[in-house]
Each structure stands twice: as C-alpha cells, then as structure tokens.
C-alpha cells in the first residue's frame, strides 16, 4: 500500500441512509396496515453519558416517524419496581420494542433484567433467546453494534469471506456477537483479549481488524497490516474532553484500505440498527396476534 491513504467510512452518512430508507417504511407500514412502530427506553439513574444516548435514541425515533416512550427512574429504584415496568411493556401492545439502558446500578442485576423483556420486544439483542439465535445461526433481533459494523462493511462492499478477522475486546455487547456475526459470513475469526499473548503479532495478521477494547490509542500504526479494513469501536472520552478510539488514526490511515473515524464511524450505526430491529418487531406485529 505504500503511503497510499485509507478510504474514510462515512458512518454518519451510511446512518442517515439507513434511517432514511427506515422512515419510508414507516411511512408504508403506517399507509398500509396502520401500525406506528414504538420504542421505549428506560433510563435507571443519571449516569451522563446514558443521558445522551436516551436523547439520542428519542430524537432518532422522531426522525423516522416511531413513537417514542422513555422512563426516566431514579437511581434507587428496586429491581422490583424495574421488573414491573418491564412487565408492563412486554404487554403494551403500542410498544414492539425497548431497552433498559446499560450500565444499571449496582444493587440491580443486569441478566435479571434483560432476561424479563419480551425477546420479541428485546430490540438490543441481549436477551438469551435472541443471543442463542445468533449462536445458531438463525438471527432474529442482533445487538445493534456489531449488525451496525456488518452493514458499513456491506454497504461499502467489503468481502468478509476467507478473510482473516481479528477482534479486539470481548464483550456481550460487541466482541463476541461481532465474531458471530463475522463467523456466519465466513470469516476466519480471531477474539483477543487483555490475557492474549503477543497482541500486535495476532493483530497483524488481520485483514479486517475491528477495535473494541476501550482504551484510548492501542492500535498503533505498526499493528496495521498493509491493506486492513480498520473498524474502531472506542468511544474514550478523554481529560481534553474530545473523543478518541482505540486505533490511532492518524497513523492506521497510511496502512489501512478502509478505516473509520472517531466519531462519525460506527458510533452513528447503533441507534440506526436500533430503529431497524424495532421496525422489524412492528411489523411482524400483527402476523403474531
Ligand atoms: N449502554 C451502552 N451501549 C448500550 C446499548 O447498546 N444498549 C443499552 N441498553 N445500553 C447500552
């Protein structure tokens, strides 16, 4: 590749195309068979990153024509009370799809709560049913980072089969859905984490290198092979307050193909993803009642 530069990944652009396509739908399932897709979203705390997330997640419904419902909890809430809440959504015949943003106070636990949605309603991708689903190679609702990854790779027409994937990070909610996801298509994949020995040299080896680990600049230059598609998932707030990635841009640029900023890469594909898992529970609505 010598000092060639990488193709940008315009994250926010492949967004608004997708969202754009999402309120047409909308529009049509609305037209035809008089069903408004409804998200709710609840928030336990005050956490203030997940205060801009719920914003987000609210104004993106507003866009492509979805109801949007959102509970905002106090911090002390019960798992209790969250629980009857889920309750009632899973009954709310105006809502196909919610989600309890993430991370919930520690007296509350996690996998309770995600296992109380409705799967049909889990419009995150978290419960078992639906992680199961992946796992067999049947997907229903997928986690809407890692289906939001797949579609910028597919939109930009990237061929993932035989290809050489490495992910770096292993969480419920990117890594190991992403290697799922990355498997299904026929990529050969490979899952590093904080005990893998010689990261740069398996890092190396990837022909496409997705960056989920969480910390600020750990994909240097040198970690680049030749010609990768570079996906960066950090989203690190930094004490400047800007935001960077896991990869060091600036750098990767010169040995990547395809790479994608931070921000206005992946970060714009989730709420997206979201908005299409929920447009898909509306409309197998009504075949199911
Ligand atoms: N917190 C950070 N990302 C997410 C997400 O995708 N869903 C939820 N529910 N919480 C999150």
């Known amino acids: 590749m010598g000092e060639s530069m990488a193709v940008i990944i315009d994250g926010k652009k492949i967004s608004q195309d997708v969202r754009n396509e999402i309120r047409e739908e909308t529009l049509r399932l609305k037209d035809d068979r008089g069903i408004v897709p409804g998200l709710a979203v609840i928030l336990v705390g005050d956490d203030s990153a997940s205060q801009i997330y719920v914003r987000g997640k609210k104004n993106a419904c507003g ?149 989920a680990a969480g910390s600020p600049g750990m994909i240097t230059g040198n970690m680049v092979r030749d010609g990768a598609v570079v996906i960066d ?9 800007k935001l960077a990635g896991d990869v060091v841009f600036a750098d990767a640029c010169k040995k990547a193909s395809y790479i994608t900023p931070v921000p206005g890469g992946v970060g714009p594909m989730t709420i997206a993803m979201l908005l299409k898992n929920t447009l898909n529970a509306a409309s197998v609505d009504d075949k199911q009642q």
């Open 63 to 211: 866009e492509v024509g979805f109801l949007s419902r959102e509970y905002r909890l106090p911090a002390d809430t019960s798992e209790a009370e969250l629980l009857d809440i889920i309750g009632e959504l899973n009954r709310d015949h105006e809502i196909h799809g919610f989600l309890v943003q993430l991370p919930v106070p520690e007296h509350i636990r996690t996998e309770a709560i995600i296992e109380a949605i409705d799967p049909g309603k889990d419009v995150d991708g978290f419960h078992p049913y639906n992680v199961g689903r992946l796992f067999s190679g049947n997907p229903y609702h997928r986690a809407c980072t890692p289906a939001g990854i797949m579609e910028l790779l597919d939109r930009y027409e990237i061929e993932i089969k035989g290809k050489e994937a490495v992910i770096v990070g292993r969480s419920n909610i990117v890594g190991k859905p992403l290697a799922l996801m990355l498997l299904e298509r026929h990529a050969t994949v490979t899952v590093c984490h904080t005990r893998t020995k010689d990261l740069s040299g398996v890092v190396r080896r990837a022909e496409i290198l997705v960056a």
């Open 233 to 241: 998932v950090g989203i690190n707030r930094l004490d400047t307050g």
